[in-house]
Every structure is written in structure tokens, then in C-alpha cells.
């Protein structure tokens, strides 16, 4: 199993969930976070609306699921299409090897638990 971890613009949250979804994985979770990567940063207004400042972080979001080694690829490749628009910044994809899962409730283990 593998866990896949993947950070995109707030503005592709649900195109990028709804294609991890259909792409096979049974669940996600999704965490809102600030960061400084490759994308460029937003022009905020100051207080009083007339100096311009750089925003010190993007908004970003990520998504973390976990599936099994056959469906990993076709979870990226969804991903990656949802979350592309040719423009730095558009997000990563992290992909790490998962050695155990127990579901909680029903004591389920590893795939079986997803």
C-alpha cells in the first residue's frame, strides 16, 4: 500500500478530490495549510487599501489518501490532470510506502481496513 499525499492551490480542492474518488481510492482526508513553494505569491492590500504588500505564505491544501500499489498510478495520473494548469505552483504529489493499516472499528487490517 502506498500513502499519497498531495498539496494544490485551494481553488482545485474538490476538482482534485472528486478525481482521487473516481480514480479508486475509498477515502480522503483533506487539511487546509500555508505554505512557500515554486508558486508565485498574492498581492494583499494593506490596511488602509493603499500600499501593496506580498503575501508571506499561499493558502493551500492537502490531501492525504491511501491505496494499494496497483491503483497508484492511476490515482497520480487523475491528480495530476485534475490539478494542472501549466503554472508554477501547482502543487505536489508525495508518494510513500504504507506498511500496516487497522481500521479502528471493525479491527479490519490493511487493505481490507480501507
Same mark, same amino acid.
Given at each position: 500500500?502506498?500513502?499519497l ?11 482534485v ?12 482526508? =483533506?487539511?487546509s495549510?500555508?505554505?512557500?513553494? &515554486?508558486g508565485e505569491?498574492?498581492?494583499?492590500? +494593506? *490596511?488602509? $487599501? ?12 492537502s490531501?492525504?489518501?491511501v491505496?494499494?500499489?496497483?491503483? =497508484? ?6 491528480? &495530476? ?6 503554472? +508554477? *505552483?501547482? $502543487?505536489i ?5 504504507v506498511?500496516?493499516?487497522v481500521n479502528i ?10
Open positions: 500500500m502506498k500513502r499525499e498531495t498539496i494544490v492551490k485551494s481553488d482545485k480542492l474538490s476538482q478530490v472528486n478525481a482521487i474518488r473516481s480514480a479508486g481510492a475509498k477515502g480522503v482526508t =483533506v487539511t495549510i500555508k505554505g512557500q513553494g &515554486s505569491r498574492p498581492m494583499l492590500r +494593506s *490596511g488602509r $487599501g493603499t500600499a501593496q504588500i506580498r503575501a508571506e505564505y499561499n493558502m493551500m491544501d490531501i492525504m489518501t491505496v494499494d500499489d496497483s491503483e =497508484v498510478s492511476n490515482v497520480v495520473s487523475a491528480i &495530476s490532470q485534475a490539478a494542472y494548469t501549466g503554472k +508554477s *505552483g501547482d $502543487g504529489i508525495i508518494v510513500t510506502d506498511d500496516q493499516v472499528a471493525s479491527k479490519k487490517t490493511d487493505s481490507s481496513a480501507l
